[in-house]
């Protein structure tokens, strides 16, 4: 992975706090993403003050309310520029967001309430369904304090329980488990709702679908002890069944939800399934010098990514919360090989090619630089250790250094997921959204100007929390 430097700032003023003077070149591309996000903005039709965003810049299909290409994931980074950089100009196109979205609800055919058309993936997933919009409205109320977001983040939650497959005590939302499309993810909106409101039946509602997630388990003999069969959890497409045990839609993911409910509700048998599931990915990293690292896909196991969706940056969430909640020095140290494995992904990206040149690495969320900075700025806050902050901040260098200008505005060109990976999206265009766009890559941003808070400002995904409920 490509992380040059910037080159060094000038022309700043003594005016400027110290601290600020660290941040500015931060906080201006922040408010340029902003402005150029707003250029895009959609307005409702017959619904006053209130808009939606497309995908992409240019996008002909008509926007969406999920957080994968869509609208709920911009509010998400809108409400924390608005309250990280005090933004009016965020705040009042959060609000019109919000409008947008709520103007968004329909019914379906048995009444039930949704903000999704639905497809191949269906209409509850966290990234791709209505989990997503109701912690949209989840973020919007912790950030404002908003009683109507609380609302709405409710309603989600009641339409979705009214979706459920009750199996006399697991529940199951999708024949996925993942926690993009599937049970894991919508878990853990669950879990963030019933924090929110104080509503155990919330709470219960994650433990029993973490309890649906342990029985879909595909179980696999131990490498270390072959009387022991260990969970892996993979996503089924076509037909097929595919492991991609990495965050998105593999293992780690999986276990990773069911850590966090355990750790929330003390259930023994989640948190045990957590382990065992982790268990399964130290037996199956491929060690890379001081490094380790994970297959993007059993179907293609020469090809190791680095991001968060198919890398250690997304992976090493569920080895952090383990040593949070476990305090077993081991889950720390797989965190730990798993950033040097990063680091040294970005190191060998560096080098220039046989034409020269050094090669695109795309600046997003999903699986490029965006989330390196995100992972990197939490490592950071849980080790203290100022070589992490630096190479947040090295990764961040390289968001402003291919920030495009556009007008007062700033976007990113989409990039290619390398080594061995698909292509995010169009690898020419200019996404808007939180995974693939200018929403994602400027919340990274934000993640470095807070850096050295004491209290982490930013209220993000569900799955971001890598500290134990005590610590928080």
Same mark, same amino acid.
Request: aromatic fraction near 6%; proline fraction near 5%; charged fraction near 20%.
């Given at each position: 992975?490509?992380?040059?430097? /910037?080159?060094?700032?000038?022309?700043?003023?003594?005016?400027?706090?110290?601290?600020?003077?660290?941040?500015?070149?931060?906080?201006?591309?922040?408010?340029?993403?902003?402005?150029?996000?707003?250029?895009?903005?959609?307005?409702?039709?017959?619904?006053?003050?209130?808009?939606?965003?497309?995908?992409?810049?240019?996008?002909?299909?008509?926007?969406?309310?999920?957080?994968?290409?869509?609208?709920?994931?911009?509010?998400?980074?809108?409400?924390?520029?608005?309250?990280?950089?005090? &933004?009016?100009?965020?705040?009042?196109?959060?609000?019109?967001?919000?409008?947008?979205?709520?103007?968004?609800?329909?019914?379906?055919?048995?009444?039930?309430?949704?903000?999704?058309?639905?497809?191949?993936?269906?209409?509850?997933?966290?990234?791709?369904?209505?989990?997503?919009?109701?912690?949209?409205?989840?973020?919007?109320?912790?950030?404002?304090?908003?009683?109507?977001?609380?609302?709405?983040?409710?309603?989600?939650?009641?339409?979705?329980?009214? @979706?459920?497959?009750?199996?006399?005590?697991?529940?199951?939302? &999708?024949?996925?488990?993942?926690?993009?499309?599937?049970?894991?993810?919508?878990? /853990?909106?669950?879990?963030?709702?019933?924090?929110?409101?104080? &509503?155990?039946?919330?709470?219960?509602?994650?433990?029993?679908?973490?309890?649906?997630?342990?029985?879909?388990?595909?179980?696999?003999?131990?490498?270390?002890?072959?009387?022991?069969?260990?969970?892996?959890?993979?996503?089924?497409?076509?037909?097929?069944?595919?492991?991609?045990?990495?965050?998105?839609?593999?293992?780690?993911?999986?276990?990773?939800?069911?850590? @966090?409910?355990?750790?929330?509700?003390?259930?023994?048998? /989640?948190?045990?399934?957590?382990?065992?599931?982790?268990?399964?990915?130290?037996?199956?990293?491929?060690?890379?010098?001081?490094?380790?690292?994970?297959?993007?896909?059993? @179907?293609?196991?020469?090809?190791?990514?680095?991001?968060?969706?198919?890398?250690?940056?997304?992976?090493?969430?569920?080895?952090?919360?383990?040593?949070?909640?476990?305090?077993?020095?081991?889950?720390?140290?797989?965190?730990?090989?798993?950033?040097?494995?990063?680091?040294?992904?970005?190191?060998?990206?560096?080098?220039?090619?046989?034409?020269?040149?050094?090669?695109?690495?795309?600046?997003?969320?999903?699986?490029?630089?965006?989330?390196?900075?995100?992972?990197?700025?939490?490592?950071?806050?849980?080790?203290?250790?100022?070589?992490?902050?630096?190479?947040?901040?090295?990764?961040?260098?390289?968001?402003?250094?291919?920030?495009?200008?556009?007008?007062?505005?700033?976007?990113?060109?989409?990039?290619?997921?390398?080594?061995?990976?698909?292509?995010?999206?169009?690898?020419?265009?200019?996404?808007?959204?939180?995974?693939?766009?200018?929403?994602?890559?400027?919340?990274?941003?934000?993640?470095?100007?807070? /850096?050295?808070?004491?209290?982490?400002?930013?209220?993000?995904?569900?799955?971001?929390?890598?500290?134990?409920?005590?610590?928080?």
């Amino acid at each position: 992975m490509r992380i040059p430097l /910037l080159a060094v700032l000038g022309g700043l003023t003594a005016a400027i706090p110290a601290q600020d003077q660290k941040t500015e070149p931060l906080r201006d591309t922040v408010r340029g993403a902003i402005a150029w996000i707003a250029r895009q903005a959609v307005p409702v039709q017959g619904v006053e003050g209130a808009v939606l965003f497309p995908s992409a810049e240019g996008a002909r299909t008509p926007p969406q309310a999920i957080v994968y290409g869509g609208t709920a994931g911009v509010l998400i980074f809108l409400e924390n520029a608005a309250a990280v950089l005090d &933004d009016a100009r965020a705040r009042e196109l959060a609000d019109q967001t919000a409008k947008g979205l709520i103007a968004q609800k329909r019914a379906d055919s048995r009444g039930r309430a949704s903000w999704t058309r639905g497809g191949t993936m269906g209409v509850t997933g966290l990234y791709t369904g209505d989990a997503g919009v109701g912690q949209a409205f989840l973020i919007r109320h912790a950030l404002r304090g908003d009683a109507a977001a609380l609302a709405v983040a409710v309603e989600v939650g009641e339409a979705l329980l009214a @979706r459920a497959k009750d199996d006399d005590g697991p529940l199951t939302f &999708d024949k996925q488990v993942d926690i993009i499309f599937g049970n894991a993810g919508t878990a /853990l909106f669950f879990l963030e709702l019933g924090l929110a409101t104080k &509503d155990a039946r919330f709470v219960d509602t994650a433990r029993r679908t973490g309890h649906g997630l342990v029985e879909a388990a595909v179980r696999e003999p131990s490498k270390a002890n072959a009387d022991k069969q260990l969970p892996t959890w993979v996503l089924s497409m076509g037909g097929m069944q595919t492991h991609m045990p990495n965050f998105s839609h593999g293992t780690a993911g999986v276990a990773y939800a069911l850590a @966090r409910i355990a750790a929330h509700t003390g259930d023994a048998e /989640l948190l045990q399934a957590a382990k065992d599931g982790a268990e399964w990915m130290i037996e199956n990293a491929v060690a890379d010098g001081d490094g380790l690292k994970w297959a993007a896909s059993d @179907r293609s196991p020469g090809a190791f990514m680095g991001g968060w969706c198919h890398g250690p940056v997304g992976t090493g969430r569920l080895f952090l919360l383990l040593h949070a909640i476990t305090g077993e020095a081991r889950y720390r140290e797989i965190a730990d090989r798993g950033a040097k494995f990063v680091v040294a992904y970005a190191a060998e990206a560096e080098k220039a090619g046989t034409d020269g040149k050094k090669p695109y690495v795309p600046p997003s969320y999903c699986c490029g630089v965006a989330g390196v900075v995100e992972f990197f700025c939490d490592l950071h806050r849980v080790s203290k250790d100022p070589a992490h902050a630096a190479f947040a901040r090295k990764a961040g260098d390289y968001l402003l250094e291919v920030a495009i200008a556009d007008g007062d505005g700033r976007k990113w060109k989409n990039g290619q997921s390398v080594p061995g990976g698909p292509v995010a999206a169009n690898s020419s265009g200019h996404n808007i959204d939180l995974m693939l766009g200018a929403a994602g890559e400027a919340l990274a941003l934000l993640e470095l100007i807070a /850096l050295e808070r004491a209290d982490d400002p930013i209220r993000g995904m569900p799955d971001r929390t890598v500290t134990a409920p005590a610590a928080r």
